[in-house]
């Protein structure tokens, strides 16, 4: 039987508030393995870590910016875009991340998710979707698969889902992108490529939700469904792609592209300047 | 293009740009904002004056990224505005709540209309007086001016700014219709004799050994002092129930203190929030309380009323948030009666009955149309005739004239 070790520290201290551990989540959860992958960016980007600053909305996953060891803003369910970019204007040397849910994001958020998209301003934007509101507890939300079952939906989800890189690409952004949490290196190289490319940028990370999305769908544990991802995935390498074919369903046996979809340099949002 | 950030002069000025150049006046440096009758021309003021002095005005795609926008810039050090009018207001609400909570200063400007819902676009109204108070939800204390002309809607933006930073608190400017759309005279002072208050910033520098906590007063304003996003003090702000660090806690004795101190910051530092007028009131025996577009109406009033005599005086209420309870209380022990004139339908009326024990009449009026002077008059005309009668009946008046 093997035996845990106990460590005194842990390199990512310097940049997670290694204070507030234990976190909220659950076991099995994939928002901790995302969290990870934006804190090791960080130390990596070679951009001093005082002018890095994350911003959340609602959820669990809105949870990452109390732990990140940064300027961190936990703002309101559904705002966290728009707090950015108060923030990102207000101070445009600072990198902004926005760290948040799938349904802060594309459900009550969704009108900011592209407007912000559509003017590109420069805020990096990582969504974890789990395909529910984790949250409140598994209640189906703007990306559930149709038919899919959630605690509000028990006879099964009546809605058609979002496809996220689609809305977002054709919404205007500059850098749209997707992996899941067994992809933690491709998602760390592609969260420190965001913050080289000025512009909107929008990674999506699925997630295993065990407790909300996976045990009412037939994927009981986290590492079920990373098996899923671990079997399905197909990666687009030449950035070619029809955004329709991304929308995704664990429970049927499709690929579910990952990748980089969108990388584009349309004009940034800027603020008006006149000589003065 | 090269324009001075406080436009000094003498003018004849739209109220709504006297708001805009009283922010600029104040070193707003941050409009986000959405279009809304009757607070547009604020916007559209700003969005040309804005880049001239090098500040950012940006139009968001509601009112919740609005309000939402100005609390982060306000995060990161700006000295940020918005604008809006009732339907935008009642957007604002969740927001506002979290600007108490993060302690972020911010500016709200409410031009208001005929309401609820869609209501009077055009026309006046000044029933969001409670919503200012109470509307989003929870216990929280606000602060909230009412300007009565286009210089005094240049004045309090300038007092709405410092008071917001100096107190760490979301301020919001009370205007109405009447006020925001009316040209009259306007006297900008030089720069150097606009009013500056400062934000409390960290003594501190950032680093480990600092003991800086983003929630704790260093004295007893009751303020922690603000350190801003990129100077380096990682500090976690979140609208979830907080420590003295920002670091959620969830559990009733950290709530109630953090709630309570936050109401106290604003009650107990009151005397610096509060402006009042005093009209007529040394030996008035009827007082009259009255704000915003209103008491342009009440003065005249008071003023025809004493010309007959009578010993009236008026209440201007200048901040009608925090409610100066104490003001009106010391009246009650020297008028026979009192009489609130407002364009809703006795929000502030009720107020006052709170403070005194004697009758409270009520001149109010839905919205859509200025309160004349006369319906005024005649209650001053009424109370008068009845003084000496005892018990006095307690009357209210609903007026659709
Ligand atoms: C205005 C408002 N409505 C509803 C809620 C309740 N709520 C909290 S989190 C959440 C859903 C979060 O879902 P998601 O963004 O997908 O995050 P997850 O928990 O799945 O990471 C909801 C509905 C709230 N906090 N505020
Ligand atoms: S409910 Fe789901 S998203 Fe939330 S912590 Fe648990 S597993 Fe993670
Ligand atoms: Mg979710």
Avoid at chain 1, 150 to 172: C, D, H, I, R
Avoid at chain 2, 255 to 269: A, C, E, G, P, Q
Wanted: with cysteine; proline share 7%.
């Amino acid at each position: 039987m093997p035996q845990a070790t106990v460590v005194e520290s842990h390199p990512l201290d310097q940049i997670i508030r290694s204070d507030r551990m234990p976190h909220i989540w659950c076991p099995g959860c994939g928002i901790g393995i995302a969290m990870r992958c934006y804190a090791a960016a960080i130390l990596e980007s070679g951009i001093p870590v005082e002018n890095h600053i994350v911003v959340s909305g609602i959820g669990c996953t809105g949870r990452v910016a109390g732990y990140m060891y940064l300027d961190s803003y936990h703002s309101t369910h559904g705002r966290a875009i728009p707090f950015a970019t108060g923030v990102k204007l207000a101070n445009p040397d600072l990198m902004v991340t926005v760290f948040s849910g799938d349904g802060d994001l594309a459900a009550i958020g969704g009108n900011h998710l592209i407007h912000a998209a559509r003017r590109n301003i420069d805020i990096k934007v990582v969504c974890v979707n789990n395909f529910n509101y984790g949250m409140t507890g598994g209640q189906v939300g703007p990306t559930t698969p149709y038919t899919a079952k959630g605690t509000t939906a028990p006879y099964g989800n009546p809605e058609q889902p979002f496809n996220l890189p689609s809305l977002v690409g054709a919404s205007g952004a500059n850098y749209v992108s997707r992996w899941t949490t067994l992809h933690v290196r491709q998602l760390k190289q592609d969260i420190l490529a965001s913050f080289t490319r000025p512009g909107f940028s929008f990674i999506e990370v699925l997630s295993p939700c065990p407790i909300g999305f996976g045990k009412s769908n037939n994927i009981p544990d986290g590492l079920d469904e990373m098996e899923l991802y671990r079997q399905r995935c197909v990666l687009i390498d030449n950035g070619e792609v029809d955004l329709d074919v991304l929308s995704i369903d664990l429970r049927e046996d499709k690929p579910i592209y990952i990748g980089e979809f969108v990388a584009r340099d349309r004009p940034i949002f800027q603020c008006v300047q006149v000589d003065r | 293009m090269s324009a001075p950030r406080v436009h000094t002069g003498k003018f004849f000025m739209h109220g709504d740009y006297a708001c805009a150049e009283g922010a600029l006046a104040a070193g707003c440096d941050f409009f986000a904002g959405y279009p809304i009758t009757p607070s547009t021309e604020i916007a559209e003021h700003l969005s040309y004056r804005m880049p001239q002095i090098g500040g950012t005005f940006i139009q968001m795609e509601d009112e919740l990224a609005s309000i939402a926008a100005i609390i982060g810039a306000s995060a990161a050090g700006a000295r940020s505005m918005t604008a809006t009018s009732g339907p935008g207001l009642s957007l604002m609400m969740e927001n506002l709540g979290l600007a108490v909570m993060l302690e972020t200063p911010c500016v709200i400007i409410d031009i208001q209309r005929g309401s609820p819902s869609t209501g009077l676009p055009t026309m006046a109204g000044q029933s969001d007086v409670m919503q200012a108070q109470w509307g989003s939800h929870g216990d929280y204390e606000i602060v909230a001016y009412a300007p009565s002309s286009p210089q005094e809607i240049f004045d309090l933006t300038v007092l709405a700014f410092n008071v917001a930073d100096r107190f760490r608190t979301p301020v919001i400017l009370l205007g109405d219709e009447v006020i925001g759309h009316m040209m009259e005279r306007v006297v900008i002072p030089n720069e150097d004799e606009i009013m500056h208050w400062e934000r409390k910033r960290p003594k501190s520098p950032p680093g480990n050994n600092g003991n800086y906590k983003a929630f704790l007063p260093d004295d007893d304003d009751l303020v922690p002092p603000m350190a801003h996003a990129g100077e380096g003090y990682r500090v976690h702000f979140t609208g979830l129930t907080h420590d003295e660090q920002g670091y959620p806690a969830m559990d009733a004795d950290t709530h109630h203190k953090l709630v309570t101190r936050l109401i106290d910051k604003i009650r107990s530092n009151a005397d610096q929030i509060i402006r009042t007028e005093e009209y007529f009131l040394d030996d008035a025996e009827i007082v009259v309380i009255s704000y915003g577009c209103t008491a342009r109406s009440a003065r005249r009033a008071v003023r025809e009323a004493r010309e007959q005599g009578i010993k009236v005086g008026m209440l201007r209420l200048i901040s009608i948030w925090p409610f100066p309870e104490q003001m009106i209380k010391a009246l009650g022990e020297q008028a026979n009666a009192f009489i609130v004139a407002e364009m809703n339908l006795g929000q502030i009326r009720r107020e006052v009955e709170r403070f005194v024990s004697q009758p409270v009449i009520g001149v109010h009026h839905a919205g859509g149309a200025m309160i004349p002077p006369e319906p005024i008059l005649k209650e001053i005309v009424n109370c008068q005739l009845k003084t000496g009668e005892k018990p006095w009946p307690k009357v209210m008046i609903l007026r659709s004239d």
